[in-house]
């Protein structure tokens, strides 16, 4: 029945946009209309969220902060846990018999398909085109320090997360900051701060997860399709995400297991050939992103510009600190919450230290930064088509595959973070609405693909930095937790009583 009564939401909302492709003034006149009313509720989002301290936004200097406090606090643990994370993902120390839905490695299969989505493609390119290539510089450095706060914050998402009686997880910062807190004292403070993450969660879910991927990728996918108009992209990519999140995390966890090797690898091949092609230019481009990283050239708001945009895209591409990961996270099967936070640490070094790097060298090596041809496509952000055009230049139907790559990334990351807003949606209304919430998750989808990138890149940003205000709070007052728990564990680890399973 719920098959079914999905089915009739997709062919109810197929009709307009049908009436839509039928009447091409009409057309032109909704969508103009819906980016207007769109564009005004961003800006009224930004002059609330975001302000500025010396330069920086205050968000920017909030995730940090979490990231230098996180990892001095839990002695460099991004760094010493990296061995033990490989180990556990590759199900050494998997146990039959314990809670949970998902294995470890479909737990990060499924986290990684919300992050290594269009921010490393399109969000990478635009960094480099706001901030010039320093900016990348400071994207790697967020990363590196972003592996400790994902590490903190997925293993609160499993020491607090909740069994249901028919085996199905609850789970998240919404769980840690209310019955955490709670523990230490602090439950309104608790309460408050986890209906705050899931009023932004959900945003983040219909923004920076769903209306972006989806603009972002039609960008590329339209480079190699010209004749697809966006409102059928949009209906196409809202069917196919629709049969799939219906399943629940079992499904999302099985279809990400499946493609995040697939894409990941796709999209890694293509770069390292083209890097191959130019490996002498290599060492050249690693110097122009540590110099214009200190000496930015050209690049409005200076060096504090550069530091900026490679912070916001950096959080934006791992989501270190904002704490979705610890959504996914919570459904592994292990009893120990720690185990499971030192999986999650791996996260931020594939998405932003690997990928995004590679992105990065792709786009100054070819030039596509500076080349006066696609100043079109810098100045309007369009950074999968111009991330695309940095893979033309080399070879001439690579767009073909990137918009493959794209159009998976995207995929990937809606159908993960349609789980992240569900278990929001839950944890506000019951479980009893969820189907509301597929419909409005389904009908964001069709917006982002006719909206203005801008439009779409500022509303994403503002809801899933936002996330990071409450999360981050509430993993501060939390901390001392994860740290005797860390210990406790790694003196187990290395006295043999952890003992391998497989």
């Not at 146990?95 to 479909?106: D, K, L």
């Not at 900051?177 to 709670?182: A, C, D, N």
């Not at 009023?199 to 010209?226: D, E, K, R």
């Not at 592994?332 to 070094?349: D, N």
Request: net charge neutral; proline share 3%.
């Amino acid at each position: 029945m719920r098959r079914r009564a999905w089915l009739y939401v997709l062919l109810f909302l197929s009709v307009p946009a049908v009436a839509i492709a039928e009447d091409r003034a009409a057309d032109q006149s909704f969508m103009a209309s819906i980016d207007a009313i769109f564009s005004q509720i961003v800006a009224a989002i930004f002059s609330v969220l975001f302000f500025s301290i010396g330069g920086f936004p205050l968000i920017v200097l909030w995730l940090i902060g979490g990231g230098v406090f996180f990892t001095i606090g839990m002695n460099f643990i991004n760094l010493r846990g990296f061995r033990h994370a490989i180990d556990v993902v590759m199900g050494k120390y998997d146990g039959p018999e314990e809670a949970g839905e998902v294995s470890h490695f479909q737990a990060l299969a499924t986290a990684l398909s919300a992050t290594v989505g269009l921010g490393n493609i399109a969000g990478v390119a635009i960094a480099v085109s706001v901030g010039g290539p320093g900016a990348i510089f400071w994207m790697s450095l967020g990363g590196l320090l972003g592996m400790t706060s994902k590490f903190v914050e997925c293993t609160l998402g499993q020491k607090y997360r909740i069994v249901k009686s028919d085996g199905t997880i609850a789970g998240g910062p919404m769980y840690y900051l209310s019955r955490g807190l709670e523990q230490i004292g602090q439950r309104t403070l608790g309460k408050v701060l986890a209906i705050l993450f899931s009023v932004f969660c959900l945003g983040g879910a219909f923004g920076g997860a769903n209306m972006f991927q989806a603009n972002q990728s039609y960008g590329a996918v339209q480079t190699v399709l010209p004749f697809l108009p966006n409102w059928l992209y949009g209906l196409i990519l809202m069917t196919l995400v629709g049969l799939v999140i219906i399943g629940g995390i079992r499904r999302i966890a099985q279809v990400a297991g499946a493609i995040v090797p697939a894409m990941c690898g796709l999209y890694i091949l293509m770069s390292m050939f083209i890097l191959l092609m130019n490996f002498t230019a290599i060492p050249g481009a690693i110097g122009t992103i540590i110099s214009e990283a200190f000496v930015p050239q050209a690049v409005e708001g200076g060096m504090i510009g550069t530091i900026v945009q490679g912070f916001r895209r950096s959080a934006f591409s791992n989501e270190a600190g904002i704490g979705s990961a610890a959504i996914a996270h919570s459904a592994a099967k292990t009893s120990e919450p720690v185990r499971e936070g030192i999986v999650a640490l791996l996260e931020p070094f594939i998405d932003t230290v690997v990928v995004c790097n590679m992105t990065a060298l792709v786009i100054v090596i070819t030039g596509a930064y500076n080349n006066i041809e696609f100043e079109a496509l810098r100045a309007g952000q369009k950074g999968a088509e111009l991330t695309a055009a940095a893979f033309g230049t080399v070879i001439a139907w690579f767009p073909i595959l990137l918009a493959i790559a794209v159009f998976l990334f995207a995929f990937s990351t809606m159908i993960s973070w349609s789980y992240y807003g569900e278990r929001c949606w839950e944890y506000l209304f019951g479980a009893g609405s969820l189907m509301v919430y597929k419909v409005l998750f389904s009908i964001a989808i069709f917006i982002g693909s006719v909206t203005k990138p801008t439009t779409v890149i500022n509303f994403s940003d503002a809801m899933l930095l936002a996330m990071a205000f409450p999360n981050l709070l509430g993993a501060y007052f939390l901390s001392g937790k994860v740290l005797a728990d860390l210990k406790d564990y790694m003196r187990r680890l290395k006295s043999g009583e952890l003992r391998m399973e497989n």
